[in-house]
């Protein structure tokens, strides 16, 4: 059973930028899109993006102005989202979720990491 | 950017009664990418349906998705109280995805 291991929680001034690991442990990795999906408190979900680890290809959220980089270490089975020129409005917990099908992008994001707080603050 | 619009904001049922939750599509989506989750409070969410109908792995057969185009519904029949929370869906279209707002099921 794949699980998703996200870094831990973190506060952030804004105009800075954050990063945040997602390491795959249990399963196939390399084959599946590993996609973002972000949450503000109290609100809904927000997709940011995904990378397919084998063949490092990238879909990028076009709502995020290219604030977004995605990139993966294979060998350690992680992928990681950076966030730039954070704003307070970037508060938000934030996922990573692989996909249900192995070379198939966003038909269903099947397993999610724990989730990661970050505060964007002064 | 395809907008989904789901209905109702909020559902209210008693124990065994069915729930059925609908998803509206801006413009006419793939059955292969609307997909459906429950998250309760204070979790992850949880896939239930993917390909419009499909179930994930280990959903009971109590949840149900149909539909094509624009419209899309998710079922949940003989509702419990472990029911209880939002539930969003999700599409796929030019290489963007997209959540609805959300339906937040109460149990009453």
Not at chain 2, 18 to 46: E, F, H, I, N
Not at chain 2, 60 to 67: A, E, L, N, V
Request: with cysteine.
């Amino acid at each position: 059973q794949v699980q998703l291991v996200q870094s831990g929680a973190g506060m952030k001034e804004p105009g800075s930028s954050v990063k945040v690991s997602c390491k795959s442990s249990g399963g196939a990795f390399n084959n599946y899109f590993i996609n973002w999906v972000r949450q503000a408190p109290g609100q809904g979900l927000e997709w940011m993006g995904g990378i397919l680890p084998v063949h490092g290809i990238i879909k990028d959220a076009q709502n995020f102005g290219g604030r977004v980089s995605i990139s993966t270490d294979e060998s350690t089975g992680t992928v990681y989202m950076e966030l730039h020129s954070l704003r307070p409005e970037d508060t938000a917990v934030y996922y990573c979720a692989r996909d249900v099908r192995q070379f198939t992008f966003a038909s269903g994001f099947v397993q999610w990491g724990q989730g990661t707080l970050v505060t964007v603050s002064s | 950017e395809v907008v989904l619009t789901q209905s109702p904001g909020t559902l209210s049922l008693s124990p065994g009664e069915t729930a059925t939750l609908s998803c509206r599509a801006s413009q006419s989506v793939g059955s292969d990418y609307l997909a459906w989750y429950q998250q309760k409070p204070g979790q992850a969410p949880r896939l239930l349906i993917y390909a419009t109908s499909k179930r994930a792995t280990g959903i009971p057969d109590r949840f149900s998705g149909s539909g094509s185009g624009t419209d899309f519904t998710l079922t949940i029949s003989r509702v419990e109280s472990g029911d209880l929370a939002v539930f969003y869906c999700q599409q796929c279209s030019s290489a963007q995805v997209t959540f609805g707002q959300g339906t937040k099921l109460e149990i009453k």
